[in-house]
């Protein structure tokens, strides 16, 4: 006990932020994945492809072929830097108008 | 073009003479979409945005040159195409078919590109080049590979 008195003026540690350990989030922000319009691809293609490269159900996959037809754009799916660089590629494979987009959120 | 036959692993198909020598005219078209064509990001404040972007086209490099195997080895494959009554019959996998679709729908942007990349609405009736109708042969084999794989169950090949 006398050991601590002894020490008046101890420093408390400072407690720094340790960024190594943050979260995921912090690290690898979100990567929109974006399918942008184009006058020439067919629906049907498009609709196929979302089908086949996120393993959608029709409905959800034409859903969002007809938001990239009539608003221009529709973001796919929002994902950590690899996997969205993954579907961009593969989504280009079919020659699809993809994109990855840094989320600002 | 005709859909004859679908199971889970293949698809077989009838065509007639002059289908047989268009789809072989679109496959030896590719790849037609130049290299540069497709960017990772809009957004070009990531450090590494050249550097990903360089790597993303390597990637698609490797891919053209795949395809291209494919279809030397599709093309060249003697018993690929059978002759029947209505002309050939041909078959295949549904993973042929989904690298199948890939190229034709490179030989059809490409096209579209080297038309110059026309607006369907600019012009009603553009008058027909060799890239406007090499955009129309893509889109029919586009078109009958889409309804035949939407008979059947599709599943995820790449």
Not at chain 1, 73 to 86: D, I, Q, T, W
Not at chain 2, 50 to 56: D, G, I, K, V
Not at chain 2, 60 to 74: D, F, S, V, W, Y
Not at chain 2, 139 to 155: I, N, P, Q, T, V
């Amino acid at each position: 006990m006398c050991y601590y008195f002894a020490m008046p003026t101890t420093v408390m540690p400072e407690t720094i932020p340790d960024h190594q350990t943050d979260s995921k989030v912090s690290l690898e922000p979100g990567y929109l994945v974006i399918c942008w319009d184009d006058p020439v691809n067919l629906m049907e293609y498009v609709t196929h492809v979302f089908q086949i490269v996120f393993g959608w159900e029709q409905e959800k996959a034409q859903k969002h072929m007809l938001e990239v037809h009539e608003q221009g754009k529709s973001v796919l799916v929002r994902e950590g830097f690899e996997r969205a660089e993954f579907y961009v590629h593969r989504l280009q494979k079919y020659t699809l108008q993809a994109t990855m987009e840094r989320d600002g959120k | 073009m005709k859909l004859i036959q679908a199971d889970q692993e293949n698809l077989q198909f009838e065509m007639a003479h002059p289908e047989k020598f268009l789809l072989q005219q679109v496959l030896q078209c590719y790849p037609l979409v130049p290299a540069t064509y497709h960017r990772l990001s809009k957004q070009k404040s990531d450090s590494n945005h050249e550097e990903n972007q360089r790597l993303l086209e390597e990637a698609l490099q490797a891919q053209r040159q795949e395809h291209r195997q494919q279809i030397e080895a599709l093309l060249n494959d003697a018993k690929r195409f059978e002759v029947c009554a209505a002309g050939y019959e041909v078959r295949f996998s549904r993973v042929e078919m989904e690298w199948l679709l890939q190229v034709i729908n490179d030989v059809r942007i490409g096209s579209w590109i080297a038309a110059g990349s026309p607006s369907p609405k600019a012009e009603p009736n553009p008058p027909p080049t060799k890239q406007t109708m090499m955009m129309e042969f893509a889109a029919y084999f586009e078109m009958c590979f889409l309804r035949a794989l939407d008979g059947g169950k599709s599943s995820e090949h790449d």
